[in-house]
């Protein structure tokens, strides 16, 4: 009796099998580099780098100092604790403002008009951010389009600066965010039956208990992945809050740039980079765990 | 479903008013006949794209040899990447659709990895890693290794660490589709392992390889946060700007803005009309 795992390894043997075994080679060698000297030994890298404290010039021991002076020094942990907040709430705001949209996206608007109004969303993302907060910045100033329209108008008896402010900061990162949060609403409300939704008002629903027990239950896939995306992207965004944030109030981002690029402290850096990437991962672990959503499947929605 | 009351209608054209906001406020004083990028409207004038300086004291972009300079340095940067993510990407594809190995699963789910991590991360880590080992290699081979300090390689490298993810995704997402039968019939007929993926796979593959190209092109030359923590002397368009900005506003910036949003809306004109026939 010929054993199929004898026959396999014998096959194994031949030449086939050879160029086989040197095709996966030659594909999986420069996935391994990349992933490997890219992403892994580098986050390794800062890893070692973030757990070394300085006690002379150029000694350095192995301990969590970097991280004790995280927690000791207030401007570091209140710029920590800033961001964390200051990202939830523009989350929850991205939520409440795309959701009318996407709403009628998915379920109002009729023939062209529906793959028009969704493509109109994407067209300002094509833009750099750069493009984008610059565009914010010429409205918002004091000398700015909005303030000239305010005066102009005579509700403003002289120019108005609505720049360098939290307010500021939250509209721009708000703006930054809603393309990705439009886009997984849309898809999940698409799927909604509109039978389902005229049930609900011949039974009697009020467009509140409508919304409340039927659209909104519908859409929680698309309302996890989207606040995901988004709260990730607000998190780890450096160009809105250096452009549009106030003097007094930085984003984590820039402590970790202004210590790895202008006080070339690295392992003082790299033990914020670390606190950061903790705070996306586990904010999100958290939004998963809350809604029973898996990562991967989040991930390829939007 | 019935029609929209006028009030949510009214709501979602002010949310499209503010969508597009700030990209015609920079779009419009880009051709503003005013030192300052602010109203009042002054008149029409190309003078921030051709203007030799003689009427603000500063040149239009087009003969601005800072801003070309920066501009080069763009290409010279997003070629190589472009380049890399079209061939690597679509090695990927073939890896993750094609082949069973050990640890398959956490290789796919590495590769999404670089999607979430913030891009100043990216590019801190990157730098921290590529100056340990030219530290080393530099004492060891006692030889200096320019290009592992932070410059055009560097931002190569860091630009290609996530938008591989993409390119990888996206030709792989085609690939999925591809019926195998075709293959095997070639291979019935006679035909050699590289005459079938030349003449059969790879003419299959290709509006999701130019897809890919032509995304990764835009995200390379609109990239900022990695590309800053890893930038050299050779500051590429996005870097430049940034600079100049921090020193005032002035409608040169408008005028390279309106220059990258036509470069953009092309790409992705292009990105579109290729897809859409991706999907006939």
Redesign the interface.
Known sequence: MANPKIMASARTLTSEGLGERLGLFLLITPAILWLGLLVILPHVEIGILSLSQRIAARVYTIGFGNYFEFLSEPIYWHTFARTALLSILVTAITLVISFPVALYIAKFAVGKSKPILFLMCLIPFWASELVRTLGWMMLLREAGVVSFLLQWAGIAGKPVEMLYSDGSLVLGLVYGGMLFMIVPLTNALESLENAQIEAGYDLGGTNFTVLRKIIIPHAMPGIVAGAIIVFMLTVGNFVTPVMLGGKNGLWFTEQIYSQFITRFNWPQGSAFGFMLLLLSTGIVWLGLRLTGQGFSETLRRT | ?G??SLS??L??LA??L?????????AL?AFNASP?????WKGFTLEWFTGTGAMFGKPGILRDPAMLTAFGNSLKIALPVTFLAIV?GT??A??LER?E?PGKAL?S??????????????G???????S?IANSLEAWLNMDLDFLRPGLFLVI??Q??FI?TISTLIIGARLKKFDRSLEEAAYDLGASRLRVLLTITLPFLKPAIVGAGLVAL?MS??N??TT??LVGSDAPL?IY??GQ?REG?TPA??AA?FV??LG??L??TLVALVSSRKAE
């Open positions: 479903m029609k929209a949510f209608r709501y979602v949310f499209y503010f969508l597009f906001a700030p990209l015609v406020v920079v004083f300052f990028p602010a109203p009042p690597l090695m990927n073939f890896l082949r190995f290789l789910i590495m590769m999404l990895w670089p999607l979430v991590i913030p891009g100043v991360i990216l801190i880590s990157i730098l921290a890693f590529s340990r490298l860091g290609l660490s591989l835009l030359f609109e900022f946060n800053l923590i996005p700007m940034y900005m506003a910036l408008n803005s990258m949003m953009a809306g790409l992705a």
